[in-house]
């Protein structure tokens, strides 16, 4: 189906809805579809960004600036994922105990608003890797529009480019708490420690990258094409020295570069089994 198809297909999906509570992240996919969403429903639409530790202040204030570009209406909730019974335990299906919460908080919105529906930003490319979070999605019935009408990665940001929208060609993002292997516990204290280094990585230039925390140890992942950047002299000693101050005790360059869901690598047969 062309693009285009794509486009006129969700329009129609989502006027059928009526109107929708958005979980807006300020990302590729949830900003394109508040887009969208606004564009059809108007006022009968409203966007919701919860905060927490893992959610870093540039991100929510680049959020806020979104949603307002749009022009859609934006409420901010709390989310606290480290109060979440077993959430801190980091288990392989974190990201579901972590959305059951959201989903039912937006949900809670949306009973406020007289709204029926609770939609999320999923695509079709995200049946490609292991997300738990879907589950929850399913238990709790939030609908997932640009799934179900086909839009991959690059349909999202080739429409959000023709819609003028800031984030087409934003890097991917996740939440920090994809930061750790499954079974470290997350704490605010290594939160912070990982948040501090990603910025410390984009006031440099970098783009595309994850800082994993591994104990005492930063894993660094950056795209191809930046490698050659980490290994000048003076950004290289500079990126260990803040580092090392942040409370990492070894800093390290992954060589094969930053890959999606590169924590999952390590527990491919439990993750199967969770399937």
Request: with cysteine.
């Amino acid at each position: 189906m062309k693009l285009e198809e794509k486009y006129e297909n969700l329009k129609k999906y989502i006027e059928k809805l009526g109107s929708a509570v958005i979980a807006f992240s300020g990302g590729v996919d949830s900003t394109f579809l508040a887009k969208v969403c606004y564009d059809v429903l108007k006022d009968r639409c409203v966007a919701v960004t919860a905060t927490s530790s893992t959610y870093p202040q540039r991100e929510f204030k680049e959020a806020q600036e979104l949603a307002k570009q749009i022009g859609i209406r934006h409420r901010i909730i709390r989310s606290e994922e480290l109060e979440i019974e077993g959430f801190s335990k980091n288990p392989i299906d974190r990201c579901y105990y972590c959305k059951s919460e959201l989903f039912s908080k937006l949900k809670n919105v949306a009973e406020e608003e007289g709204i029926e529906y609770v939609l999320d930003g999923t695509n079709y490319d995200d049946t490609g890797d292991f997300r738990p979070g879907r589950r929850a999605a399913r238990e709790l019935g939030v609908k997932s529009p640009l799934l179900e009408c086909g839009f991959t990665k690059n349909d999202i940001r080739e429409m959000s480019k023709i819609l003028g929208l800031p984030t087409w060609n934003k890097p991917a993002y996740a939440c920090l708490s994809s930061r750790f292997p499954y079974g470290q516990e997350i704490t605010d204290q290594k939160l912070s420690m990982v948040d501090k280094a990603e910025e410390y990585l984009l006031k440099l230039g970098f783009v595309g990258f994850r800082v994993r925390h591994h104990g005492d140890i930063a894993r660094i992942e950056l795209d191809q094409k930046q490698i050659n950047m980490m290994l000048d002299e003076s950004v290289r000693k500079n990126v260990v020295l803040k580092l090392k101050e942040i409370g990492f005790k070894y800093v390290s360059l992954d060589l094969e570069g930053y890959r999606t869901g590169s924590m999952n690598e390590a527990v491919v047969e439990l993750i199967n089994d969770v399937r």
